[in-house]
């Protein structure tokens, strides 16, 4: 199978394509129903069979030439409601946005292209492999809800026994043709917030007579840094900040309410992310309570976990990478802050989470995702693909036998925490 590398050069022209296809036509999240037809048209034009899941995406499958293990690969496919610039970092883009307002800016239309092309591969050399393969195209994933439909039919309705998971997320840091591959946690797990803080209003010269929401927000803010020092290891990464806060319309008048918004990330749930939850819920109530207020969460799911690559399997794709692309395409691999919805199928099944290098200084890639000039060098989809392709035919050909334990959280609750 040393050939993989070179299958996938053969098939630039189709990756270049379809990401291009893609991009050019971005959707929102739980939006995506031009996105998901052509999925479908893809994978019948391959040969492969696949079920679109409502409110969730698509599932296709691949069955090997005997029984065997079960692998599921994942990509994502919905757009940001980002405005796209005309240039990248130094230059036209070789392809654009023509939807206003919303744009691929996390290279999700990446992710569908070399899932489309692996799986046309594999399915090519079905008759190599024994086992099964499931392709999940993930419906909203910046919102993380539709995984809960996708799930609950693999779980409960497929009759499919899910051994292992793989996904790959292209990266602005990571220069083309490299992969990186976390033996830990690639990224971060969070949780975000929405909170309304009611006081009573009343006239700025008369504070006394007020319940000022704004002096409570800045009080639960205070305590709200020193929180980190308090309840976070010091070898523990969290961060939390505030990107929205509306109070208020006149100099002269104390308002009766104040709503904020926010996220917390943090690359360890048990250690970090759990505690701080539970105390910034405390010490929100301790500020309404002080300062004769009331509050409500307008927005504050269970939180995200973190990315949990399985140690066996980021060996395999540390392999796989070394053997197909060859050795120096490894990178080092710095977590990313970042989080993702594979956390949770991750959960569920033993698995591997890689970076595809995507940054250009001679294109103009290499700006940040979730940003207008952000544009990916799409031969880093080439080596994307092989990663996965090489994971994918080692995986069942080795058929690892994988120590994992499920959570005991119910599938309904557990598809339900996001950010």
Request: hydrophobic share 35%; glycine share 8%; with cysteine.
């Amino acid at each position: 199978m040393h050939h993989i590398l070179q299958a996938v050069q053969q098939e630039a022209a189709e990756l270049t394509a379809i990401r291009r296809r893609c991009h050019e036509h971005p959707e929102l999240s739980r939006q995506e129903t031009q996105t998901m037809a052509y999925i479908q048209e893809k994978l019948a034009e391959y040969g492969i069979a696949s079920r679109h899941i409502e409110h969730g995406g698509i599932l296709g499958w691949i069955n090997g030439q005997n029984p065997g293990k079960t692998l599921l690969l994942r990509a994502d496919i919905d757009a940001l409601p980002i405005e796209e610039s005309d240039c990248n970092l130094s230059q036209q883009r070789s392809c654009r946005s023509h939807t206003p307002g919303v744009m691929h800016a996390c290279g999700h239309d990446g992710h569908i292209a070399m899932q489309l092309v692996a799986a046309k591969l594999l399915n090519q050399w079905k008759d190599r492999w024994n086992g099964k393969i499931i392709l999940m195209f993930e419906q909203g994933e910046e919102e993380s809800g539709p995984l809960a439909y996708l799930l609950h039919y693999i779980e409960e309705k497929s009759g499919w026994h899910i051994d292992a998971c793989y996904a790959t997320h292209v990266r602005w840091d990571i220069p083309t043709g490299k992969i990186a591959v976390c033996r830990e946690a690639p990224m971060a797990g969070g949780f975000g917030f929405e909170i309304r803080i009611n006081g009573h209003g009343g006239h700025g010269s008369r504070p006394d007579l007020a319940q000022s929401p704004i002096d409570c927000f800045h009080a639960f803010y205070s305590d709200l840094q020193a929180l980190r020092m308090r309840v976070v290891p010091p070898l523990s990464g969290l961060t939390v900040s505030i990107g929205s806060l509306h109070s208020g319309s006149a100099l002269n008048v104390i308002p009766n309410d104040l709503t904020f918004a926010g996220t917390c990330r943090f690359f360890s749930y048990d250690q970090a992310g759990k505690r701080f939850y539970e105390e910034f819920l405390r010490i929100l109530d301790n500020a309404c309570r002080t300062y004769g207020c009331t509050y409500d969460i307008l927005h504050m799911p269970k939180p995200l976990f973190e990315v949990q690559n399985n140690p066996v399997c980021a060996k395999l794709a540390e392999q796989a990478v070394a053997s197909y692309i060859g050795p120096g395409a490894l990178a080092d691999c710095t977590p990313w802050m970042a989080s993702e919805t594979f956390a949770i199928t991750a959960r569920l099944y033993p698995g591997v989470l890689t970076f595809t290098g995507i940054a250009n200084a001679d294109k103009g890639c290499g700006a940040n995702h979730h940003t207008p000039e952000f544009d990916l060098d799409e031969d880093g989809l080439i080596y994307g693909t092989t990663a996965c392709v090489g994971y994918a035919l080692d995986y069942l050909t080795q058929a690892p036998d994988i120590s994992f334990t499920r959570p005991d959280e119910p599938l309904e609750v557990l598809a339900s925490r996001n950010i």
